[in-house]
């Protein structure tokens, strides 16, 4: 063997004889095996507690079918022609969709509000950032009930501003008028705190040169706003929108807590009815073809949202 071929051979490089001249396919097989080891504890989970779960709740909702009991009867689409004659649930929907619609304008504007004054780099604004995160950390049921002392008539925070003023306090979660609002503040106050992160995380990738650049040509603070701000932060804008909407169409604790459902079955959701056709009445096959009803309106909003987002790119 000449020295030149005994310096390049597998052994003097420290490849392994075995892998020197492997064929390209096996290669690609051992990647493919290696790649979904890695991904078997995912795939694992996913089928079990997210595929399997959705597939099943499908069957299901073709069924007449008792949470307790051995009823299994086969029905077709009757639980989906039911569904949209019903009542209660007609006016489940007519209120998430209210509370949706309200609550995730303000939300995206408290939220992008919050992250320009706290976008700063000093140990106040830092601690204020922290402050207005903490809320987030919460249970629906802490939250619910800071905020039913809160909007209490008689010993609550609102009761003695309306008082001092020489006014009657009003019973918000008692009211059909108020009710709606005070369900929207609540849930504000609450999740302000991760879309207003998600925020700040956006603001900190915009190049402070854009800023400088605009200052020198005298441009207001909204000019600034308008044309540097706001389409740097479009992505991050589509973001927060599609995850509130999918957030806010699940509405359950607040209005379940804090109403009931009340007053009149103005702040029933489609959640608190679905939970309650399922687990209260066991008809778990009606319940079923609610909940895909509801995950049809979340994947619509969402796709619609980030069409019209890729349609103004």
Same mark, same amino acid.
């Given at each position: 063997?000449?020295?030149?071929?005994?310096?390049?051979?597998?052994? %003097?490089?420290?490849?392994?004889?075995?892998?020197?001249?492997?064929?390209?396919?096996?290669?690609k097989?051992?990647?493919?095996?290696?790649?979904l080891?890695?991904?078997?504890?995912?795939?694992?989970?996913?089928?079990?507690?997210?595929?399997?779960?959705?597939f099943?709740?499908?069957?299901?909702?073709? %069924?007449?079918?008792?949470?307790?009991?051995?009823l299994?009867k086969?029905?077709?689409?009757?639980?989906?022609?039911?569904?949209?004659e019903?009542?209660?649930?007609?006016?489940?929907?007519?209120n998430?969709?209210l509370?949706?619609?309200?609550?995730?304008?303000?939300?995206?504007?408290?939220?992008?509000?919050?992250?320009?004054?706290l976008?700063?780099?000093?140990?106040? %604004?830092?601690?204020?950032?922290?402050?207005?995160?903490?809320s987030?950390?919460?249970?629906?049921?802490?939250?619910?009930?800071?905020?039913?002392?809160?909007?209490?008539?008689?010993r609550?925070?609102?009761? %003695?501003l309306?008082?001092?003023?020489?006014?009657?306090?009003i019973?918000?979660l008692?009211?059909?008028?108020?009710?709606?609002?005070?369900?929207?503040?609540?849930?504000?106050?609450?999740?302000?705190?991760?879309?207003?992160?998600?925020?700040?995380?956006?603001?900190q990738?915009?190049?402070?040169?854009?800023?400088?650049a605009?200052?020198?040509?005298?441009?207001?603070?909204?000019r600034?706003?308008?044309r540097?701000t706001?389409?740097?932060?479009?992505?991050t804008?589509?973001?927060?929108?599609?995850?509130?909407?999918?957030?806010q169409?699940?509405?359950?604790?607040?209005?379940?807590?804090?109403?009931?459902g009340?007053?009149?079955?103005?702040?029933?959701?489609?959640?608190?009815?679905?939970?309650?056709?399922?687990?209260?009445?066991?008809?778990?096959?009606?319940?079923?073809?609610?909940?895909?009803?509801?995950?049809?309106?979340?994947?619509?909003?969402?796709?619609?949202?980030?069409?019209?987002?890729?349609?103004?790119?």
């Amino acid at each position: 063997m000449t020295a030149a071929h005994s310096a390049t051979s597998p052994k %003097h490089i420290g490849i392994s004889p075995r892998f020197a001249f492997e064929p390209k396919s096996s290669a690609k097989r051992r990647d493919g095996l290696a790649a979904l080891a890695f991904l078997a504890p995912y795939l694992i989970f996913f089928v079990l507690f997210l595929a399997y779960p959705f597939f099943w709740g499908v069957w299901i909702s073709f %069924h007449d079918w008792e949470l307790v009991g051995t009823l299994r009867k086969f029905i077709g689409l009757a639980n989906y022609w039911d569904m949209f004659e019903d009542p209660i649930f007609r006016v489940s929907i007519r209120n998430t969709l209210l509370f949706t619609a309200i609550t995730v304008p303000v939300m995206v504007a408290a939220s992008l509000g919050l992250a320009l004054a706290l976008n700063r780099e000093n140990r106040f %604004h830092a601690v204020l950032r922290v402050i207005f995160f903490t809320s987030s950390v919460f249970s629906v049921t802490v939250a619910t009930l800071i905020w039913i002392m809160v909007l209490s008539p008689d010993r609550g925070l609102f009761a %003695h501003l309306f008082n001092s003023l020489g006014l009657q306090p009003i019973a918000f979660l008692g009211s059909p008028d108020w009710a709606m609002p005070a369900l929207t503040i609540t849930t504000v106050w609450w999740s302000v705190g991760f879309p207003m992160i998600l925020f700040l995380a956006g603001l900190q990738q915009i190049p402070q040169e854009l800023y400088d650049a605009a200052r020198i040509d005298n441009a207001s603070a909204w000019r600034r706003l308008t044309r540097i701000t706001l389409p740097s932060l479009k992505r991050t804008i589509v973001l927060v929108v599609v995850l509130q909407i999918i957030g806010q169409l699940q509405i359950f604790g607040q209005p379940l807590i804090m109403t009931g459902g009340g007053p009149a079955d103005r702040t029933r959701s489609m959640v608190q009815t679905i939970y309650e056709t399922g687990f209260n009445e066991w008809q778990l096959g009606y319940a079923s073809a609610m909940s895909l009803f509801l995950f049809g309106v979340m994947f619509l909003a969402s796709m619609l949202q980030l069409y019209i987002s890729r349609q103004e790119d």
